[in-house]
């Protein structure tokens, strides 16, 4: 059974509180474990939401404040001891490339793991496979930082009761799938007459930002869209002054974008209770939620 789900490991902003460590997500997605800003204690984080580091497969690296960054190395040095096979892949902001360097060395181990890494330096489509497409758009926050939209592959679905009516069936679905069409008795079938074509999912995540045209585009048509908001629209401006967005904002965002679900991250510490950031939201977008450490957010197909 393939899981597809999103876990907060983190929702705090440059200082973590009692209650939110430094921020971290980790997006499980079939067969691949994707690991979002891994902040402060992220690899300890693991530990209280029963998942096994050993899940993660790529790390993306918004940008370098410390509390995006400063459990990457942690984090490597874990799934090194672990003696992962499979490789690491890393994304990060090209302009940062000294500060990745510091983080992937900063302590005595023997590397047993093979990272590949992805530096960004150019916006659009920096990965793709036969089954995600990744895309990288920089974002606005005073410093060089990247937001992140992965698309699944789009496919195409047969529907059964056309194929029986039509007495295909077997091999002959691969025949026709391969060919866009199949003769059966003597007649022509075409591949659209029996299927139709799925859009693939889509997961945004847009942290660290003022709004911005690439946190719209980056966020266009998510069925899950992650991202920050600050403060609440009470201190705007402190959101403006620090490049950040309010739950305003990032509901602003999501429903012009035509997002489906909204979730709030990043929050500032001078707030001890996160209820206003979804009622604040709420009013603009309806099916927002706040993140809090260990909730885990579905992501069905």
């Known amino acids: 059974m393939t899981v597809r789900d999103l876990t907060i490991l983190g929702c705090s902003s440059q200082q973590p509180t009692r ?15 994707f690991l979002f800003d ?10 209280f939401a029963n998942i096994a580091p050993t899940s993660v497969t790529r790390i993306f690296l918004s940008h370098f404040h410390g509390d995006h960054c400063l459990g990457f190395g942690s984090m490597l040095m874990r799934l090194n001891l672990d003696k992962v096979q499979h490789d690491i ?22 590397s047993q793991i093979n990272v590949i890494e992805h530096p960004v330096s150019e916006e659009g489509i920096v990965h793709k496979d ?7 758009r920089f974002l606005d926050h005073g410093v060089e930082n990247v937001g992140w939209r992965i698309k699944e592959k789009d496919t ?8 029986k009516k039509f007495g295909i069936s077997g091999t002959m679905v691969k025949d026709l799938q391969n060919n866009g069409h199949i003769t059966v008795d003597g007649k022509k079938v075409a591949l659209e007459e029996v299927s139709y ?30 991202c920050e908001s600050t403060y609440l629209e009470e201190h705007k401006d402190l959101a403006r002054d620090h490049f950040h967005m309010t739950a305003k904002e990032a509901a602003s965002l999501a429903k012009e974008a035509n997002a489906k679900e909204l979730i709030l991250t990043h929050f500032s510490a001078r707030y001890r209770h996160l209820q206003a950031f979804e009622d604040e939201a709420q009013e603009i977008f309806p ?9 885990c957010f579905m992501f069905p197909r």
């Open 19 to 33: 209650l939110r460590n430094h921020g971290a997500y980790l997006l499980r997605w079939n067969d691949e474990g």
């Open 38 to 47: 891994p902040g402060e204690g992220t690899q300890r984080q693991f530990i």
């Open 89 to 110: 892949h890393c994304y990060y902001p090209a302009s940062g490339k000294e500060y990745f360097d510091r983080l992937r060395y900063g302590t005595i181990y023997h």
């Open 130 to 136: 036969d089954k995600f497409t990744i895309e990288a």
């Open 156 to 163: 195409i679905k047969f529907e059964k009761d056309k194929l």
């Open 197 to 226: 074509h799925r859009e693939g999912d889509v997961f945004s995540c847009v942290i660290d930002t003022r709004l911005c045209e690439n946190a719209k585009i980056l966020a266009k048509d998510a069925k899950l869209l992650l």
């Open 287 to 295: 099916n927002t939620h706040a993140a809090d450490d260990f909730k």
